[in-house]
């Protein structure tokens, strides 16, 4: 089945260390996002990328980096210059990155940073 | 951008319809209204969006007001498995990329 693929679901980090979160869709999709979730909160976008080998800053985007040298892979690494890291991470994926483009987003992974 | 203002939460009894109302009184004339939900733990799906008429799909109906001021939610019946938070979202025709705006949604309670 076609979808996004999010790993790992949970993980656990020490303070000072660097950790990737996997993104992977078979959509097929141009457009992809990552999005950060507090308790109680809304989404907040960290990331997006229209394109192969382009991506430009969401509204948080200070402490992360992203790469996207596949279409179908949007890695997000979350730096040891993240003051805050723990949070739910989300990775959405779209056919376009217009208006009415409707997002697909995966499971999600949990960071805790101990 | 233009903001959204949804009642903190709502509780409906199973098998009753919902109205999940939205307020958006700074919409502008680009300005598609979203909606998502976002089951506990899991990402936010897509339910359904509109310009200025009134829409529905397998999974609900939205209504617009003609001001566009303000829209509503309608899930005809509700089930267990509707218990979710529900974003009402702007997204803006001008915007080049994918970008959702997210506030708290509106928690949405199902009785048996």
């Known amino acids: 089945d076609g979808g996004i693929t999010q790993s790992p679901k949970y993980l656990f980090r020490k303070e000072g260390q660097n950790v990737t979160l996997s993104c992977e869709q078979n959509?097929?999709?141009?457009?992809m996002y990552w999005y950060r979730q507090d308790p109680g909160q809304g989404l907040r976008l960290i990331y997006y990328s229209q394109i192969v080998n382009d991506f430009q800053k969401g509204d948080i985007a200070e402490g992360y980096s992203v790469s996207r040298e596949k279409k179908e892979s949007f890695p997000l690494t979350v730096t040891s210059a993240q003051k805050n890291p723990t949070a739910f991470y989300l990775c959405?994926?779209?056919?376009?990155?217009?208006?009415?483009?409707?997002?697909?987003f995966g499971e999600g992974s949990r960071l805790t940073v101990l | 951008d233009a903001k959204t203002t949804q009642p903190n939460s709502m509780e409906s009894n199973e098998e009753e319809p919902v109205h999940l109302p939205c307020n958006h009184s700074t919409i502008s004339g680009t300005d598609y209204i979203h909606w998502y939900r976002q089951l506990p733990s899991q990402g936010p799906e897509y339910v359904i969006h509109g310009l200025t008429s009134n829409v529905n799909n397998r999974m609900a109906s939205l209504a617009i007001a003609e001001d566009r001021k303000s829209s509503t939610l309608i899930l005809h019946r509700a089930t267990l498995r509707d218990a979710a938070v529900y974003y009402c979202i702007l997204r803006d025709r001008e915007s080049s990329y994918g970008k959702l705006t997210f506030g708290q949604g509106t928690i949405l309670t199902v009785h048996p």
């Open positions: 959405a994926s779209s056919k376009t990155s217009g208006v009415t483009g409707e997002l697909f």
């Open positions: 959509l097929n999709h141009d457009a």
